[in-house]
């Protein structure tokens, strides 16, 4: 199956961090670029704050957090709520530029709903088996490249 990477519209660009989307045809799993499209303003805007607040190398374990343990180390969630209902948006974190290990970025993949204090453990599952498949990893490296390839030729 192809992937596609996109960028979120509405982000400043990031020195140190990245944000995008994942997307896979016919993969209905992953499904965050779609419900983040289908999302109202105001809940759509809460999110990019927290995208950027991340992106902006800020920590707050109240919207968005990472897991220290292995072999979880690698996923990521940002959080809301709206009421008693909680939502995450699950992604996963990886180096794409060859040239600038430092830089880090988050692929967000899925949504969902969630009602326990716990994150089910299937969603770090599937987030450990896509980050280590070739084809997604060749396709977040080939858009985070052709990012810094327009941005050299911008300033040229």
Same mark, same amino acid.
């Given at each position: 199956m192809s992937c596609s990477v996109t960028f979120i519209p509405g982000l400043q660009p990031g020195v140190r961090r990245g944000l995008a989307f994942l997307d896979r045809a016919g993969d209905s799993h992953i499904n965050a670029k %779609?419900?983040?499209?289908?999302?109202g303003d105001k809940t759509r805007f809460e999110l990019l704050s927290r995208f950027q607040h991340w992106q902006d190398g800020n920590i707050f374990p109240g919207y968005?957090?990472?897991?220290? %343990? %292995?072999?979880?180390?690698?996923?990521?969630?940002?959080?809301?709520r709206r009421g008693t209902v909680r939502y995450r948006m699950y992604g996963f974190l990886i180096h794409p530029r060859a040239t600038d290990k430092r830089f880090e970025a988050c692929i967000l993949v899925s949504y969902t709903q969630k009602s326990e204090h716990e994150t089910d453990p299937i969603h770090l599952v599937a987030l450990n088996k896509l980050r280590n498949q070739p084809d997604v990893i060749q396709a977040v490296n080939y858009r985070f490249a052709q990012a810094e390839l327009t941005k050299a030729g911008a300033g040229r």
């Open positions: %779609a419900v983040f499209q289908d999302l968005h957090h990472g897991w220290s %343990a %292995a072999p979880n180390d690698k996923c990521y969630v940002f959080k809301w």
